[in-house]
C-alpha cells in the first residue's frame, strides 16, 4: 500500500518526532471532511439478526454503511468488530486487518481505525476466557490479582488487533435496585477506586487503550433505575462518585466515556463543568474522551435539549466529547453540516481531532512500518480461553467467594447425601455476568454453543457426592407446573442429608435477566418464586446451604436465621462452580468480603454502610437500615488472631504528614487461610455531616497454618481530606479515629489520634493511596 507521495512525506510519518509535531503537521494537511471521519466508528455488523445489545440500538442506528463510500476520507473507530455476532477469533482477526487494509488504502493519509471492544468480564468475543464480574474483582479485595486479570485480557485484545476496551466501570453503588449493580465494583469509592485503577494499569500494560465508565454520577440515579435522572450534590459527587476516576485516571487510563444520565438538570454528554473543567481541567486529563453508545443521539431524544442532530452534535462537542460512537447519528453529516454553515466553530473540531490523532499515534497508528496482520498464519485456529487464562479466572473466582453464615454445616463431609436445587444449580448462564459473551450476544443466536467449558454447581457437585437435583423454579416467570416442581423440589430435600440450594439471578439486558443493564428491581426480595422454593426446603427439616449467584445482594432476612450457611458468588465466570465447589467441600478456606451490604429487613433504599450519623438507625423513624451482612463481611473455615494495634505517635499526626498503623496477624488453624485488614476512619468533627465511618486502606493478608505476618498501613494525612462548605477539599485539625476492622461493623481495635497542624486545602495531585506492606 503506497501512499500518494503529497501526503506520505513530512514530520507526521517520522516516527523519531515529538507527537505534538507529528500530529499538527498532519491536522495542517488534512480537510474539514478527514477531520470529522475521525470523530466517528462505524459499527458494522449491527441488523436484525444481532438482537439489542445496546439501548435503543435499532431506532438510533444510522442507515446500513456502504463501506466503501464510507472509508475514503478515514474513519475514527471500528465497533465492535467481535462483540456484536459469533465469530472464531482467527476469523475476527483477519476480518480486522482486511478492514484495516481497507481504509489505509482508500484514504489519503491511510491512517487506520481504533478498534474497540468490550472487555468488562474479559473480551467479549466467541470463545473468549469468561472471567469473574467486577463484583468479584471488589469482593477479592486484591487489586494486585485483578491487575494479572487486566493485563491478560489486553494481551488477547492486543494479539487479536484490538486497541481500545470499555472498561473499567468505576460507578460506584447507591442503589441496590439498579440493574447494572453486577458491572460495579462495589459501594464503598475506596475499594471501587483501588481495585479499578489495578485493572487499568493491567489493560494499559498491554498497550490497550483502558476507557473509564460513567463519567460522572450514573449509578445515583433516582430509585436504582437505569438511564434515570440524578440529584446529588456537589459533595457526594466529589467525595463519593469522583474518586474512583482520579485513581483510575492516575493508574494511566486513557480514555473515559460519558454518563447516560443527567445531573440535576443537565445532560453529562452536554456538560463542560463536568467533561472539560473538571475532566481536563481539575483533573487534567488529556486524553480521549468517547460517547457511551448514542448518548450525543439522546441530547435530542431522551433528554430534549436539542432540536436536531446538529444541535446534538454541536452542544456534545462543546462540552468536551471528542468521539461518538457507535457510528455517525451526529458527528457524520450534520455536524459536517452545521461546520460548514458557520454555526459550529471549527476550532472545536481540531480540539477534539487533534487528541483523537495523539492518542492514534502512541498506538503506532501513524507510524509509516505499521502493519494490521495478527501475528497468527492464515488458515490457523487461535485459542483465547487457554489454560492460563482459565487457571486466572480459577483463582480469582476462588478468592472472591464470600461465605456469609455457617452455622457448623460446611464444609460438607465425605459421603453427604445432598439434593441440589434451584434455577441456578444447572444453569451455566448463573455463572456470567450480563457483559460476558453469552449472556450479551448469544442470547440472541440460539444453537450456537457458549464457547467456553462453563461447568455448572450441579456438574462440580456431582463428582464428589451422592447428588439428587430437582430444579424447583424458574429464576422468574412462573407456569402451571411451578408448585408442583417446587413440591418435587422439597421431596428431594426431605430425602438428603443436606439440601443446596442455588438461588439467585440470570443477568441479561433490558428485561432479558433479573440482573443487568436495564434490569433493575422494584425490590430486593429473591427473583420469582424462589422465596417460595426456598421457604419450602427449609420447611423440610433437612439443613439448607443456600448458595447464591448474583448480581445484586438481596434481601433474605425473613429465611437468615434458619439457613445452615450461606456462600455467595457474585456471577464468578466460567470457573466459578469450580469455585464454589472449593468452597462448600472445604478444599478451599473462603476468604472473599462483600463489597456491597446485604440489606435488612424492608430493604430501604437508597441505603448503603456510606452514610452520614442521621442514617443509621434511630428512635425517630420506624425504618431500620441496619444491614444484614455488612460490607466487608466475610467468614472463614479457620481461625485467625489480630494483634494490639501499634500506639498512635506521641506528636500526632501532621495535617501534611504520614503516620503508620500496623499489627500482627496470626493463622491459629491448621490449613491456609487468607484475611482482610481494612481500616475505617471516623470523624468525630468535621464542618459537614460525614459517613460514620469510611474504608481509607485494605490489606489480603495470606497465611500458612501457624504463621504470624504484619501488616503495616502508611497513611498519609490527605486520606482524612473531605469537601468542605465553600466547596474546597480540605484537611483540618482535630481528633480522628481510626478503626482496624474484619468489616465495616466488626471492628478489631479503635485508635483515636490527634490530628495537628494548619488547616490545608488539598486538590487533585492530593495522595489517593495508602502505603500497605506485609512482612513475616
Known amino acids: 500500500m503506497t501512499l500518494d507521495s503529497g501526503v506520505s512525506a513530512g514530520t507526521w510519518r517520522d516516527t523519531t518526532a515529538p507527537a505534538s509535531a507529528r500530529v499538527a503537521d498532519l491536522m495542517t494537511r488534512m480537510t474539514l471532511r478527514e477531520k470529522v471521519a475521525q470523530m466517528y466508528g462505524a459499527w458494522l455488523d449491527v441488523d436484525d439478526s444481532a438482537g439489542e445489545v445496546a439501548p435503543h440500538q435499532h431506532e438510533q442506528t444510522p442507515d446500513p454503511i456502504d463501506w466503501r463510500d464510507l472509508i475514503p476520507h478515514g474513519l475514527g473507530q471500528i465497533t465492535r468488530a467481535y462483540g456484536t455476532t459469533p465469530i472464531a477469533p482467527a476469523d475476527g482477526a483477519r476480518r480486522v486487518a482486511r478492514l484495516q487494509r481497507d481504509i489505509v488504502a482508500a484514504g489519503r493519509f491511510g491512517i487506520p481505525a481504533i478498534v474497540h471492544e468490550e472487555c468488562l468480564t474479559g473480551l467479549a468475543a466467541w470463545q473468549a476466557t469468561i472471567y469473574p464480574a467486577p463484583l468479584s474483582w471488589g469482593a477479592s479485595f486484591d487489586p494486585a490479582l485483578v491487575e494479572r486479570m487486566g493485563a491478560q485480557i489486553g494481551r488477547t485484545m492486543h494479539r487479536l488487533g484490538i486497541q481500545q476496551g ?57 430509585a436504582g433505575r437505569n438511564l434515570a435522572p440524578v440529584s446529588v450534590g456537589p459533595r ?47 483533573l487534567r486529563f488529556d486524553g480521549t474522551v468517547v460517547s457511551d453508545y448514542f448518548a450525543i443521539a439522546f441530547l435530542q431524544t431522551l433528554h430534549s435539549v436539542a432540536g436536531s442532530r446538529a444541535d446534538a452534535a454541536a452542544l456534545a462537542l462543546r462540552a468536551g466529547i471528542d468521539v461518538e460512537l457507535p457510528g455517525a447519528n451526529c458527528y457524520g453529516a450534520p455536524l459536517l453540516g452545521a461546520v460548514e454553515a458557520g454555526e459550529i466553530d471549527e476550532a472545536l473540531i481540531d480540539r477534539a481531532v487533534t487528541r483523537i490523532l495523539l492518542q492514534k499515534c502512541a498506538l503506532g497508528l501513524l507510524d509509516p512500518d505499521w502493519d494490521p496482520d495478527p501475528p497468527f498464519v492464515d488458515g490457523s485456529t487461535v485459542d483465547i480461553d487457554g489454560p492460563r487464562e482459565r487457571a486466572l479466572a480459577k483463582e480469582l473466582a476462588e478468592r472472591s467467594v464470600v461465605l456469609l453464615r455457617n452455622e457448623a454445616a460446611l464444609p460438607l463431609r465425605p459421603g453427604t447425601r445432598l439434593a441440589v436445587v434451584g434455577p441456578g ?23 450456537v454453543p457458549a464457547g467456553v467449558p ?5 456438574d462440580a457437585l456431582r463428582a464428589g457426592y451422592d447428588v439428587t437435583y430437582a430444579q424447583g423454579c424458574p429464576v422468574a416467570g412462573d407456569s402451571p407446573q411451578t408448585a408442583a416442581d417446587i413440591a418435587a423440589a422439597a421431596g428431594a430435600a426431605a430425602a438428603a442429608d443436606v439440601c443446596v440450594a442455588v438461588l439467585g439471578d440470570l443477568s441479561g439486558l433490558f428485561g432479558g435477566g433479573t440482573s443487568g443493564e436495564g434490569c433493575d428491581a422494584s425490590d430486593l426480595r429473591l427473583p420469582g418464586r424462589q422465596e417460595e422454593l426456598l421457604e419450602a426446603l427449609l420447611a423440610t427439616g433437612t439443613p439448607v446451604v443456600l448458595v447464591l449467584l448474583v448480581g445484586r445482594p438481596y ?31 472445604g478444599r478451599i478456606d473462603p476468604s472473599g468480603r462483600l463489597p456491597v451490604s446485604f440489606p435488612g429487613a424492608g430493604a430501604a433504599q437508597p441505603s448503603t454502610y456510606l452514610a452520614a450519623p442521621l442514617a443509621r438507625r434511630s428512635g425517630v423513624s420506624t425504618v431500620d437500615p441496619t444491614a444484614l451482612f455488612p460490607f466487608g463481611h466475610g467468614l472463614s473455615y479457620t481461625t485467625t488472631t489480630w494483634g494490639d494495634v501499634a500506639p498512635a505517635p506521641a506528636g500526632g499526626w501532621p495535617t501534611d504528614g504520614t503516620v503508620e498503623v500496623s499489627l500482627p496477624v496470626t493463622n491459629d488453624g491448621d490449613r491456609p487461610t487468607s484475611t482482610v485488614v481494612q481500616v475505617y476512619l471516623h470523624d468525630p468533627v468535621a464542618e459537614v455531616a460525614r459517613p460514620e465511618r469510611q474504608l481509607i486502606a485494605a490489606a489480603r493478608v495470606d497465611l500458612a497454618p501457624g504463621q504470624c505476618r504484619t501488616v503495616t498501613f502508611g497513611l498519609h494525612a490527605d486520606l482524612l481530606s473531605y469537601t468542605g462548605r465553600d466547596g474546597h477539599r480540605l484537611v483540618e485539625p482535630g481528633d480522628v479515629e481510626l478503626r482496624v476492622a474484619r468489616s465495616s461493623a466488626d471492628v478489631h481495635a479503635a485508635v483515636r489520634i490527634p490530628v495537628a497542624g494548619p488547616r490545608r486545602v488539598v486538590g487533585h495531585d492530593r495522595h489517593l493511596h495508602p502505603r500497605v506492606s506485609v512482612s513475616d
Open 166 to 222: 470499555l472498561a473499567p466501570v468505576l460507578d460506584v453503588v447507591r442503589d441496590l435496585r439498579w440493574g447494572r449493580v453486577e458491572e460495579t465494583i462495589g459501594e464503598d469509592p475506596h475499594l471501587v477506586g483501588t481495585i479499578g485503577a489495578a485493572y487499568v494499569r493491567g489493560l494499559e500494560s498491554a498497550g490497550v487503550v483502558a476507557t473509564l465508565k460513567h463519567f460522572a454520577g450514573y449509578s445515583a440515579s433516582r
Open 236 to 282: 457526594e459527587l466529589a467525595d463519593v462518585l469522583l474518586p474512583p476516576f482520579e485513581m483510575a485516571l492516575r493508574a494511566g487510563a486513557r480514555s473515559v466515556m460519558n454518563s447516560y444520565t443527567d445531573v440535576d438538570g443537565v445532560p453529562v454528554a452536554a456538560d463542560g463543568t463536568l467533561l472539560t473543567d473538571l475532566l481536563r481541567g481539575r
Open 425 to 447: 444449580a444447572a444453569e451455566p448462564g448463573a455463572m456470567l455476568g450480563c457483559y460476558s459473551f453469552p449472556r450479551h450476544v448469544l442470547v440472541h443466536h440460539p444453537g
Open 454 to 458: 462453563i461447568p455448572s454447581v450441579l
Open 555 to 585: 434481601e433474605l432476612s425473613r429465611q437468615v436465621d434458619r439457613l445452615a450457611a450461606v456462600v455467595c458468588g457474585f456471577f464468578p465466570g466460567e470457573e466459578g462452580a469450580a469455585a464454589i465447589e472449593g468452597v462448600l467441600s
